[in-house]
């Protein structure tokens, strides 16, 4: 029985969907009071109904809630989380759910007798970063590698789905110049949120996944400004590309996200998959593949 934890997720859907579609016997954590249904019908998340509908076997509890972790791990070999509070509120904080609920998970999963830990951590987990998020999950990478549990750390680069289509797409189909911070000119292995469902489902049975960490990215670094050259490509039409400095508004974009909008113009980060690709021999999709199936999903 594998356990998925944040399986109303964006990400966390996807893997859960697939599993099932593999055959897999599958059990999902899901919270009484989860705002997915909502957030679904927006394509922000996962309906728990259509994934129940479709064989996942529900266990109601909550990361927050030790007690209701014994029962959800209970009989499980092997615990997939995408569990994090970036995309919810209220009692739903980095503290309480990446600090202290991933613990609570850990610890439950290690009472249970769970084989295998999938993590989904973040390319730039630093205990020492300035974002709570990325230190969070550096310090639950620790706990884990610490725990005993076997485990396997997926630490993805940024997801297309989610930066390509905040700083680029939206303003594309909303004919809106395309704003980057700074230079927009520093190149990020964005990589799609299927190829990291791949991955998880590759590391499930392969032993060279165990008590590692995997760095993932797409195969290819691009820009924003590569971004929207490839849109103006596809499009057959200009796309203006706006600059602002870091710390000013960027129009159309929720402010919680400009401090990290701002930081891709800090560093680079190419990833080498070659080693990573070879061993669990999934394909990853390049940038114009990923714009070219979005915008014929959605013009
Ligand atoms: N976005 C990126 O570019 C990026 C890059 C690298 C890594 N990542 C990581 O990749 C993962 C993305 O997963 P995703 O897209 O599926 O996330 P998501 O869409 O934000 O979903 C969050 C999930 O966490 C669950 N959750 C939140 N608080 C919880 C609690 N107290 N108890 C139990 N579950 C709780 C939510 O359940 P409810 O629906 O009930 O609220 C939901 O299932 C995250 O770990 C993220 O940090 C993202």
Request: overall charge negative; aromatic content about 6%; proline content about 6%.
């Amino acid at each position: 029985m594998l356990l998925v934890v944040g399986a109303t997720g964006q990400l966390g859907g996807l893997v859960t969907h697939r599993l099932l579609e593999e055959g897999w016997p599958v059990r999902i954590l899901v919270r009484r009071d989860s705002p997915s249904e909502v957030l679904a019908r927006q394509g922000l998340a996962t309906s728990a109904d259509i994934l129940i509908a479709a064989g996942a076997q529900p266990v109601y509890g909550d990361l927050k809630e030790p007690s209701s972790l014994a029962e959800t791990c209970r009989n499980v070999d092997a615990v997939i989380t995408t569990a994090n509070a970036a995309a919810r509120s209220g009692r739903d904080t980095v503290e309480t759910v990446d600090r202290q609920g991933n613990r609570n998970l850990i610890e439950a999963a290690k009472t249970a007798g769970v084989k295998h830990f999938i993590f989904v951590s973040a390319q730039w987990a630093d205990i020492e970063s300035p974002v709570a998020l990325l230190s969070a999950k550096a310090e639950t990478e620790a706990y884990l590698q610490a725990s005993g549990l076997e485990y396997t750390i997926i630490a993805p680069n940024a997801f297309m789905e989610i930066w390509i289509t905040l700083m680029v797409t939206l303003p594309v189909l909303q004919n809106r110049p395309v704003t980057v911070v700074g230079s927009g000119d520093r190149k990020h292995a964005f990589i799609a949120m299927a190829d990291v469902a791949a991955f998880i489902l590759a590391a499930l049975d392969n032993p060279a996944a165990r008590n590692r960490r995997f760095v993932l990215g797409g195969p290819e670094a691009l820009s924003f400004r590569d971004a929207a050259a490839l849109f103006e490509r596809v499009l057959g039409r200009s796309i203006p590309v706006h600059s602002v400095a870091s710390g000013e508004p960027i129009p159309g974009l929720p402010e919680q996200v400009w401090p990290m909008a701002a930081s891709f113009d800090s560093f680079d980060s190419p990833v080498d998959m070659s080693g990573t690709v070879r061993t669990f021999g999934v394909t990853l999709t390049p940038l114009e593949a990923f714009v070219r199936h979005q915008l014929a999903k959605i013009v």
